[in-house]
């Protein structure tokens, strides 16, 4: 499938995009992750959502995952740190899926994340031209409903929306901070605390109701705490019981005669 974008007059800058799968000899890049914080806060997002029942086997979220496409001729490929797509074709008996096409693999990609790292800031790129940037590839050529930049150190979290102009508007967190995501249905924002002996900030998900998706350590002790309470309620009962059956003896009453 072909589709030919253009940017507003001045540029004159005309995309021709083809929606083709990667062919198989396509040799992707094998960098490492920039820093440890990134898998880190991925798994995260993943976790929580999994635990939740949200994930499904038609669904992909990935991290550092390539999102393909070839524009002008030429194959493009970008790993977000977290990407996730409502809806993708089965892959293949026996193929691992290693990277994703819209289009040719199913729907777009609705959500899209970057963790800021201490680089030159490639998440903000808006190059024009072949590898294109970020900002440009994930806005004019996947066009992505949202893109999400979070910098894990100050905590700052920036929430994009594809607007009908097919720009990337800035979005205005809610009363709580936080942001409404539509295709997921849940909310999107920033806890600061301890995970995988990582203490600061996280990205976290909460439903329309405003309750926590919880990770795998907190449902632990969520538990651990509810069964504290149901043992401390056990026991008031049992000490009320016997409160109530020695006042019966003193009063000269079989309690087991009632």
């Known amino acids: 499938m072909t589709q030919t974008l253009s940017k507003p007059e001045a540029s004159k800058i005309k995309y021709t995009i083809t929606w083709e799968k990667l062919p198989d000899d396509f040799k992707l890049a094998d960098d490492p992750v920039e820093n440890i914080d990134q898998p880190l806060l991925a798994a995260a997002?993943?976790?929580?959502?999994?635990?939740?029942?949200?994930?499904?086997?038609?669904?992909?979220?990935?991290?550092?995952?390539?999102?393909?496409?070839?524009?002008?001729?030429?194959?493009?490929?970008?790993?977000?740190?977290?990407?996730?797509?409502?809806?993708?074709?089965?892959?293949?008996?026996?193929?691992?899926?290693?990277?994703?096409?819209?289009?040719?693999?199913?729907?777009?990609?609705?959500?899209?994340?970057?963790?800021?790292?201490?680089?030159?800031?490639?998440?903000?790129?808006?190059?024009?031209?072949?590898?294109?940037?970020?900002?440009?590839?994930?806005?004019?050529?996947?066009?992505?409903?949202?893109?999400?930049?979070?910098?894990?150190?100050?905590g700052v979290l920036e929430v994009y929306r594809l607007s009908t102009s097919g720009e990337y508007e800035l979005q205005e967190p809610d009363a709580n901070q936080r942001f409404w995501i539509e295709s997921m249905g849940l909310f999107l924002g920033v806890w600061e605390g301890e995970k995988s002996q990582r203490t600061g900030y996280w990205l976290r998900w909460w439903d329309e109701n405003a309750?926590?998706?919880?990770?795998?350590?907190?449902?632990?002790?969520?538990?651990?705490?509810?069964?504290?309470?149901?043992?401390?309620?056990?026991?008031?009962?049992?000490?009320?019981?016997?409160?109530?059956?020695?006042?019966l003896i003193r009063q000269g009453i079989d309690p087991d005669g009632i």
């Open 45 to 154: 997002l993943r976790e929580a959502l999994d635990l939740a029942g949200f994930i499904l086997a038609s669904m992909l979220i990935a991290s550092n995952f390539g999102l393909c496409a070839k524009v002008n001729d030429k194959i493009v490929v970008k790993a977000p740190d977290w990407v996730y797509v409502p809806s993708v074709l089965p892959a293949e008996p026996g193929e691992v899926r290693r990277s994703y096409t819209r289009n040719a693999e199913g729907e777009v990609p609705a959500v899209v994340m970057e963790f800021l790292s201490d680089t030159d800031g490639s998440e903000y790129s808006n190059k024009p031209t072949y590898p294109y940037g970020k900002w440009r590839f994930y806005e004019r050529i996947l066009q992505v409903p949202i893109y999400v930049i979070f910098e894990p150190k100050s």
């Open 211 to 247: 309750n926590l998706l919880l990770w795998g350590a907190e449902r632990v002790e969520q538990e651990r705490q509810r069964a504290e309470e149901e043992r401390q309620r056990a026991e008031e009962e049992r000490q009320r019981a016997d409160r109530l059956m020695a006042y």
